[in-house]
């Protein structure tokens, strides 16, 4: 009769337990204590498509929910890349270190035509600039040959301010559809064509690489003023042609 009631008490403790790690909502787990705890970006994002560039900088800065990739950083968030933690001085523009969460294509592209697409969604506080889509150089270091964000009046600009199409700000908390379709003139130049809800915004054309380019998006920024989240919901790239 003991054993039985002890069967009996290790079945009822079995599905107490797979009652309470069920009962988790997403983007959490069951720990040891049977409390549901955020899920680390480190374990969300291992069996992503797009990998953590240049490290995390916290548990806060990047986690996946479903389709969404989210984004946040705070004040001071100093970014891992090499460059991040340096200053820059011209006689513009002066800042101390750069904010960074992002994440990378695996692929590197160098023909083809091809569309990156993601419905964005940004709200928090202001910076002086930040990017939202980059396309980097896979053969050197230094400047991208494109990308694309806003500035501290939350206005789209491209990474030289040249190929503007039309001048539209960003509205917080409200999401827009971003593409950009990229192709490759010759192995070396990169044209992108940028659009927010089906509207062409800006074009960069005949942009000079060495090797090709792989696609970064997340938060990149300088001089930010507080907390800035960005979602970036169903982020894939398919090829045109």
């Not at 991040?84 to 270190?97: C, I, P, T």
């Not at 294509?105 to 023909?111: I, L, T």
Request: hydrophobic share 35%; aromatic share 14%.
């Amino acid at each position: 009769m003991k054993q039985l009631s002890e069967f009996f008490l290790a079945i009822l403790l079995l599905t107490f337990t797979a009652v309470s790690w069920a009962a988790c909502p997403e983007g959490t787990k069951n720990n040891y204590k049977g409390e549901c705890v955020p899920v680390a970006a480190s374990e969300t994002a291992g069996d992503s498509k797009w990998p953590i560039s240049c490290g995390l900088v916290d548990e806060e800065a990047y986690r996946v929910e479903g389709s969404k990739h989210i984004f946040k950083l705070d004040n001071g968030d100093i970014g891992r890349c090499s460059t991040d933690s340096k200053g820059y001085k011209d006689a513009y523009l002066e800042f101390d270190h750069s904010e960074r969460q992002e994440v990378k294509s695996k692929k590197v592209y160098n023909k083809g035509q091809y569309k990156f697409s993601a419905l964005v969604t940004i709200s928090g506080a202001s910076q002086w600039r930040s990017t939202i889509l980059q396309f980097h150089d896979s053969g050197k270091k230094g400047p991208p040959p494109s990308w694309f964000g806003f500035d501290g009046d939350w206005w789209f600009r491209t990474s030289d301010k040249r190929g503007m199409k039309k001048n539209l700000r960003i509205t917080l908390g409200q999401p827009f559809q971003l593409e950009a379709i990229f192709w490759f003139p010759n192995e070396k130049t990169l044209s992108v064509d940028y659009f927010i809800d089906g509207e062409l915004i800006a074009q960069h054309h005949n942009r000079k690489m060495n090797k090709g380019s792989y696609v970064k998006f997340g938060i990149y920024r300088v001089l930010s003023e507080g907390t800035t989240t960005f979602i970036y919901d169903n982020p894939v790239i398919e090829k045109l042609d």
